[in-house]
């Protein structure tokens, strides 16, 4: 059965940094792209990262281009976040999806497989 189960979410003030992580099970994560996205309240899902599956490269939204870094561990089927530089306009649920490519581009509708969602709050 494939999986994808988000973890590390939190309250973080202003300025601060968070990791999240994206374990997938039922598939081997190294063939796949693995996006990022956040929706917050009243607001449509977006695109925030993605990382390649075939080299590993990766894809960041400009919102966030320079304070986040998209890492996989293939060896443990994970996924990373690193948000650094923490902004209110940050806090959503934050969701990874798979897909088979990721252009220079991040739509939700090219990604399946949803997580469920993690918190990520960011206020003082």
């Known amino acids: 059965q494939v999986q994808l189960v988000e973890s590390g979410g939190g309250l973080v003030q202003p300025g601060g940094s968070l990791r999240l992580s994206c374990a997938a099970s039922g598939f081997a994560l190294g063939y796949y792209t693995i996006g990022w996205f956040r929706q917050a309240p009243g607001k449509e899902r977006e695109g925030v990262s993605c990382?390649?599956?075939?080299?590993?490269?990766?894809v960041y939204a400009d919102s966030v281009k320079g304070r986040f870094t998209a890492s996989r561990d293939t060896s443990k089927n994970t996924v990373y976040l690193q948000m650094n530089s923490l902004k209110s306009e940050d806090t959503a649920v934050y969701y990874c999806?798979?897909?088979?490519?990721?252009?220079?581009?991040?739509?939700?509708?090219?990604?399946?497989?949803w997580g469920q969602g993690t918190q990520v709050t960011v206020s003082s």
């Open positions: 990382i390649r599956s075939h080299d590993g490269t990766t």
């Open positions: 999806a798979r897909s088979s490519y990721c252009s220079g581009a991040i739509y939700p509708e090219d990604f399946g497989s």
